[in-house]
């Protein structure tokens, strides 16, 4: 089992900046890769980036550019940076892991976060 714990949203301006993090508890020797998704409301839930445990990293093209995934192993914890945000980044963003490569390559995920709020006003 892994607990996530997702922090640092908050609302910034357009072009602003802001980064989240993730903190994970539990088997965290287990997960294989971890990601940040978001949901606007009245929309699907949205993948955003992915890094896995060797750090490679891939993206969505709406944020490619702009948004930065990352880790730090030592404190078990994921990063996002989100850089020249736009109005159209507000959204609840959450954080996942999963333990399965297999799970990870199709972006299912098994452990989620209770999300953090980002609101970017124009």
């Known amino acids: 089992q892994v607990q996530l714990v997702e922090s640092g949203g908050g609302s910034v301006q357009a072009g602003g900046s802001l980064r989240l993090s993730c903190a994970a508890f539990?088997?965290?020797?287990?997960?294989?890769?971890m990601a940040w998704f978001r949901q606007a409301p009245g929309k699907s839930r949205e993948w955003v980036a992915r890094?896995?445990?060797?750090?490679?990293?891939t993206y969505a093209d709406s944020v490619n550019g702009r948004f930065t995934i990352s880790q730090d192993n030592a404190k078990n914890t994921l990063y996002l940076q989100m850089n020249s945000l736009k109005p159209e980044d507000t959204a609840m963003y959450y954080c996942?892991?999963?333990?399965?490569?297999?799970?990870?390559?199709?972006?299912?995920?098994?452990?989620w976060g209770q999300g953090t709020q980002v609101t970017v006003s124009s």
């Open positions: 539990g088997y965290t020797d287990s997960i294989y890769c």
């Open positions: 996942a892991a999963d333990f399965l490569a297999s799970n990870c390559r199709v972006k299912s995920f098994n452990y």
């Open positions: 890094i896995n445990t060797d750090s490679s990293t």
